[in-house]
């Protein structure tokens, strides 16, 4: 057999191995009546390409096999570091991966047979995966639970977990020692008790959840950095309450309004990205406490008609985007009390008729780009334009990159 004329048990020096069966398959093997030999197939292959116990990175796609080979799921590779399994689709249990003492970084990927993460996983160990750092679990369509190691410890130095597209899940073990959480597209009731004993999260993004149960990030004392991604989001949510060292917060494709009241309580904050069509418009009042706010992005589609002047209150700003708003017909004149204000980009905004007066008060503004708005190409030119006197002092103008 070629592979085992591979003979990669012999390979010492081999550190890294990436095995993978041609993708031009996939369809074949479930509709022909031959199915059961395609999958034994696989298995002898990957059986016969055992590599030398040095090994310490292991990538194996579009395995059709129905098992793992004996020396997976014996762990005759002792000193791995990081394995992906990704499109290993019929396999229906995971190796005994907890007992692999260096195992930093696991990656699970479209495994659809696979329903229960039990204890086998774990192995026999006092403390199951001693190592791992990273894991990640992406769309295991069919996975309904993640058991515990029965009393056991388990993931002790566990700081990012990645779980993605597993609808069916509703139990997966807690872990309190995660500082980066991406959850997308799980059944909510997952949510509240995973985030609630995650207590030293510092980064969290969470997406693709019709709605977010209150007091979800009441515990979130050192979130650092946080987004919500095409999710229902109330304006009356305490998604944003209590976040006192919270420094960037990214919202986007929610439908959402109004912003969070909870917004004005940021002091920490210091990038803003908006991202919602639904969005229409910025509270007056709930700008006023982003006093460490240095970048704000916005872009809203059809419903942003205005900005508000709580803009006056943003002192500490820096960069201030404005993209893809075309029903804004004008900036708010207390734009002009940004006076850190280095950077100005406004794109996509066919309706804005001019710039403000006050824009010639803003010293330290170095960077103008205008894109996409015919009115203010026109009021901008050179010398000529009704706006040129306003902007004149800035270095850098950039309008549809016209050569300044």
Same mark, same amino acid.
């Given at each position: 057999?070629?592979?085992?004329?591979?003979?990669?048990?012999?390979?010492?020096?081999?550190?890294?191995?990436s095995?993978?069966?041609?993708?031009?398959?996939?369809?074949?093997?479930?509709?022909?009546?031959?199915?059961?030999?395609?999958?034994q197939?696989?298995?002898?292959i990957?059986?016969?390409?055992?590599?030398?116990?040095?090994?310490?990175?292991?990538?194996?796609?579009?395995?059709?096999?129905?098992?793992?080979?004996?020396?997976?799921?014996?762990?005759?590779l002792?000193?791995?570091v990081?394995?992906?399994?990704?499109?290993c689709?019929?396999?229906?249990?995971?190796?005994?991966?907890?007992?692999?003492?260096?195992?930093?970084?696991?990656?699970?990927?479209r495994i659809?047979?696979?329903?229960?993460?039990?204890?086998?996983?774990?192995?026999?160990?006092e403390?199951?995966?001693p190592?791992?750092?990273v894991?990640?679990?992406?769309?295991?369509l069919?996975?309904e639970?993640?058991?515990?190691?029965?009393?056991?410890?388990?993931?002790?130095?566990?700081?990012?977990?990645?779980?993605?597209?597993?609808?069916?899940?509703?139990?997966?073990?807690?872990?309190?020692?995660?500082?980066?959480?991406?959850i997308?597209?799980t059944?909510?009731?997952?949510?509240?008790?995973?985030?609630?004993?995650?207590?030293?999260?510092?980064?969290?993004?969470i997406?693709?959840?019709?709605?977010?149960?209150?007091?979800?990030?009441?515990?979130?004392?050192q979130?650092?950095?946080?987004?919500?991604?095409s999710?229902?989001?109330?304006?009356?949510s305490?998604?944003?309450?209590?976040?006192?060292?919270?420094?960037?917060?990214?919202?986007?494709?929610?439908s %959402?309004?109004?912003?969070?009241?909870?917004?004005q309580?940021?002091?920490?904050?210091?990038?803003?990205?908006?991202?919602c069509?639904s969005?229409?418009?910025?509270?007056?009042?709930?700008?006023?406490?982003?006093?460490?706010?240095?970048?704000?992005? %916005?872009?809203?589609?059809?419903?942003?008609?205005?900005?508000?002047?709580g803009?006056?209150?943003?002192?500490s700003?820096?960069?201030?985007?404005?993209?893809?708003?075309p029903?804004?017909?004008?900036?708010?004149?207390?734009?002009?009390?940004?006076?850190?204000?280095?950077?100005?980009? %406004?794109n996509?905004?066919?309706n804005?008729?001019?710039?403000?007066q006050?824009v010639?008060?803003?010293?330290?503004?170095?960077?103008?780009? %205008?894109?996409?708005?015919?009115?203010?190409?026109?009021?901008?030119?050179?010398?000529?334009?009704?706006?040129?006197?306003?902007?004149?002092?800035?270095?850098?103008?950039?309008?549809?990159?016209q050569?300044?």
């Open positions: 057999m070629e592979a085992k004329n591979a003979n990669l048990i012999k390979k010492h020096n081999l550190r890294s191995l095995l993978s069966w041609p993708v031009s398959r996939d369809l074949s093997w479930r509709i022909s009546s031959n199915e059961s030999s395609s999958h197939n696989d298995e002898e990957l059986s016969a390409l055992q590599p030398h116990s040095n090994l310490k990175k292991l990538c194996i796609f579009d395995y059709q096999g129905l098992m793992f080979p004996y020396w997976m799921m014996d762990l005759l002792p000193n791995l990081e394995i992906s399994l990704e499109n689709e019929r396999c229906h249990q995971l190796p005994p991966l907890g007992k692999l003492r260096f195992l930093k970084v696991l990656n699970i990927c659809s047979a696979l329903k229960y993460i039990d204890d086998t996983f774990y192995g026999d160990m403390s199951s995966f190592s791992l750092e894991l990640s679990i992406r769309e295991a069919c996975l639970e993640w058991t515990t190691a029965n009393g056991r410890e388990h993931f002790p130095l566990l700081s990012s977990l990645t779980i993605e597209s597993c609808p069916k899940l509703v139990k997966l073990p807690m872990i309190q020692s995660l500082k980066q959480l991406y997308r597209g059944n909510v009731t997952l949510l509240t008790p995973l985030i609630m004993n995650a207590t030293v999260l510092t980064s969290l993004q997406s693709d959840f019709n709605e977010l149960p209150d007091g979800l990030l009441q515990n979130q004392k979130l650092d950095t946080l987004s919500v991604l999710c229902s989001l109330k304006s009356s305490d998604l944003l309450d209590n976040l006192s060292c919270l420094k960037y917060l990214n919202i986007q494709g929610c %959402i309004e109004s912003l969070p009241a909870g917004l309580n940021l002091s920490s904050l210091k990038s803003l990205d908006l991202d069509d969005l229409v418009s910025l509270p007056v009042n709930g700008l006023q406490g982003l006093c460490s706010l240095s970048s704000l992005y %916005i872009l809203s589609g059809n419903s942003l008609a205005s900005l508000s002047e803009l006056q209150y943003l002192t700003l820096q960069d201030l985007f404005i993209n893809g708003c029903r804004l017909t004008s900036l708010p004149r207390s734009i002009q009390h940004l006076t850190l204000l280095s950077l100005l980009d %406004i996509g905004c066919s804005l008729m001019s710039l403000p006050g010639r008060n803003l010293n330290a503004l170095e960077t103008l780009r %205008i894109r996409g708005c015919p009115h203010l190409k026109r009021r901008c030119k050179k010398v000529r334009g009704e706006d040129w006197p306003n902007i004149a002092h800035i270095p850098s103008i950039d309008i549809f990159n050569d300044w």
